[in-house]
């Protein structure tokens, strides 16, 4: 005798359950962070130690965008549910890269250290 599923129950069902607003708040801040960090080093390395600004610092800014891009594509996946929830912590593990990147463009621009 063929077993017979039951298709509509299993296609209200969330993928990855709801969301709690703890993990809620911990997009939001993760968000937040990177994306001033992000705003500020790209503005600083158009403006600069000078105008027009310099090449490298021109490059720095390109390739945190490039990464930034990344991120929001699997961000993307993630929410679709295309991706499984382990990579949630990849998801926060490279907005922590994007951050501290951010750090050492910003440290290089404004020449600290020198």
Not at 35 to 54: C, E, G
Not at 68 to 96: A, D, H, M, T
Request: aromatic share 12%.
């Amino acid at each position: 005798m063929v077993e017979r599923t039951d298709k509509t129950s299993a296609t209200h069902r969330p993928l990855f359950g709801e969301m709690s607003p703890k993990e809620r708040i911990v997009n939001w801040i993760f968000a937040g962070v990177t994306l001033l960090m992000v705003i500020v080093t790209v503005i600083s390395a158009m403006v600069f130690p000078q105008i027009p600004p310099r090449p490298v610092n021109i490059f720095f800014a390109i390739c945190i965008i490039m990464i930034c891009i990344s991120v929001i594509i699997l961000i993307f996946w993630y929410r679709q549910g295309n991706l499984e929830p382990k990579f949630r912590i990849l998801i926060y593990y490279i907005l922590i890269s994007i951050i501290n990147l951010c750090v050492c463009a910003n440290l290089y621009i404004h020449e600290v250290g020198k």
